[in-house]
């Protein structure tokens, strides 16, 4: 069957889509080109990356401070390595966000002094 369709035989060798589809792949070859062409002349941040140490050693440093920034917050280092591993952090923020849930709801249901104060009229200027 491959035979005959690269011998230019039966409908699949002479469909207007087998000539799309090859010009196609044609040009985007053709733009891979450019790019590894570019790469080669190094232009480009990859071009840059791929041939200039200094690049390549920048961005090896960025890499291993963000390694190290990564295992002090695995030891519970710093602010957030210690909310990551720290119980009490955890149970402290969770209370105060119920808390915080509890107020609002007494204040929209009108319950104590501040609740009624936000509803009533009475307290309002017109």
Known sequence: MTTSIQQG???????????????????ALGHVD?????????????????YDPAMYDSAKNFMDKGNGVLDDV???????????????????LRDAASNVRDASAKLNSNEGTAGKFFTDRSCTTT
Do not use: E
């Open 34 to 50: 450019d790019v590894v062409v570019a790469v080669q002349q190094q232009k480009g941040t990859v071009g840059r990356l791929v």
């Open 9 to 27: 035989q039966g409908t699949i060798a002479n469909s207007p889509l087998r000539t799309i589809f090859y010009n196609k792949a044609s040009a």
């Open 74 to 92: 695995r030891a519970g280092k710093g602010t957030l390595g210690k909310a990551l591993h720290d119980d009490a952090l955890y149970n402290n």
